[in-house]
């Protein structure tokens, strides 16, 4: 069995910033990618960022130079800073993760979600 405990969702005013963080644990090789999406109310799940084992980021376009990725290898971590929050990132957040089982499978997983609500 696989854990994501994600945290930092809350409430902020337009223009504020939060961190989200997302703690990876339970049968658990190795994580080849770890990343974060968001869902609004009647629109599709959509990707916000992701980064790879070694480093590597991807950034929806909406996001770019508001928001940053990072992990922590050591702890199979993966935050999301997020700045200059606008209305439109109002939407629940949800944790993913590309890992390697004991067998050497390739699996995925999520997280719950956490609701991010921005007031204008």
């Known amino acids: 069995q696989v854990q994501l405990v994600e945290s930092g969702g809350g409430l902020v005013q337009a223009g504020g910033s939060l961190r989200l963080s997302c703690a990876a644990s339970g049968s658990i090789f190795s994580i080849d990618a770890m990343g974060w999406y968001r869902q609004a109310p009647g629109k599709q799940r959509e990707l916000v960022a992701r980064?790879?084992?070694?480093?590597?980021?991807d950034y929806a376009d909406f996001v770019k130079g508001r928001f940053t990725i990072s992990r922590s290898n050591a702890k199979n971590t993966v935050y999301l800073q997020m700045n200059s929050l606008k209305s439109e990132d109002t939407a629940v957040y949800y944790c993913?993760?590309?890992?390697?089982?004991?067998?050497?499978?390739?699996?995925?997983?999520w997280g719950q979600g956490t609701q991010v609500t921005v007031s204008s």
């Open positions: 993913n993760i590309i890992y390697r089982d004991y067998t050497i499978s390739s699996r995925n997983y």
């Open positions: 980064i790879t084992r070694g480093g590597n980021t």
